[in-house]
């Protein structure tokens, strides 16, 4: 085994793993409120890709990169966030007390609205963005070149970054305790004068944020996305949010780093055709003999 060739897979397996760290925190946030896979999570992340895209043309090159980046950044991640918080409450919201099916039911419909949205408003054809950051870091090891580029440097400390953030904001912060009352007693949190409704609507804002941070860097990284992005992409890191423990924010960022590194590794060494196989035979492996994750708690229910 070449060692350039691992450690170029552990590095692209980090950055990897980073993307569906972040991604997952979306679904593992919603499911520790409201008990709910939010499956069209997937797709704010596509679009926030498409956002990207579009608010990188309207700039064009009258702004310098460093400037576009930035303007790109707080438009796209604002715009997701509001996007994520009207779906919540057009989709979600008026089903709060249904049966838990109409809610997931909801869910898929609007993973489909939205696929097939873009696909007929802004075609069925790759998009692509330029390159805003250009180079990386290379290294001569063990007779080969290992190479990251900058915006992958940027992808695995914003998600660090974001993910301490935010972890620090919900175990430090009123708000946070506010969240962490909702999900152990939504009913008693409200009697003791907590807005539990303007919480869920407050945590699918937070968990559209980060995938708009994973889709802003990721749409740079690749520099081309379609519409069916959301699909794959939101799978994969629901199996990170499993992974790691669904419910529990480090968990999801460490399920995501492990699905990453293993796919990566997978595809380097064995095949890469099969690296989606792999990836979900992890998480049935993980569901038979683990179900609740690396980091996750038994659910135990209240009577």
Request: with cysteine; proline share 3%; glycine share 12%.
């Amino acid at each position: 085994m070449d060692s350039h060739i691992l450690i170029q897979q552990l590095a692209n397996g980090l950055v990897l793993g980073s993307t569906y760290g972040l991604i997952a925190v979306g679904y593992t946030m919603v499911y520790g409120i409201i008990g709910m896979i939010n499956f069209a999570h997937g797709d704010i992340y596509m679009v926030s890709a498409y956002l990207t895209a579009l608010v990188l043309a309207l700039l064009g090159a009258s702004v310098s990169p460093v400037v576009a980046l930035i303007v790109a950044f707080v438009l796209v991640v604002g715009l997701t966030a509001v996007f994520g918080f009207s779906i919540e409450r057009i989709a979600y919201k008026p089903l709060r007390k249904s049966p838990r099916l109409a809610p997931l039911i909801s869910a898929i419909g609007v993973s489909l609205i939205l696929q097939n949205y873009v696909q007929i408003t802004q075609g069925a054809r790759n998009q692509a963005v330029p390159t805003l950051i250009p180079g990386g870091l290379e290294w001569n090891v063990g007779g080969g070149v290992v190479g990251i580029t900058w915006v992958q440097v940027m992808i695995i400390i914003v998600s660090q970054l974001a993910m301490g953030a935010l972890t620090w904001m919900i175990s430090r912060t009123a708000l946070g305790r506010a969240c962490r009352a909702t999900e152990q007693d939504p009913k008693m949190a409200a009697i003791l004068g907590i807005n539990t409704d303007r919480i869920i609507a407050i945590v699918f804002t937070l968990g559209a944020a980060m995938a708009a941070v994973a889709g802003v860097l990721v749409t740079l990284n690749y520099g081309s996305f379609d519409f069916s992005i959301g699909f794959v992409t939101g799978i994969k890191a629901f199996t990170a949010a499993v992974l790691g423990g669904i419910g529990s924010l480090p968990g999801a960022m460490i399920g995501g780093l492990l699905l990453g590194l293993s796919e990566s590794l997978f595809s380097g060494f064995v095949n890469s055709d099969y690296k989606d196989v792999f990836a979900f035979s992890l998480l049935v492996l993980v569901l038979i003999f683990k179900p609740s994750g690396l980091l996750g708690r038994p659910q135990v229910e209240k009577v």
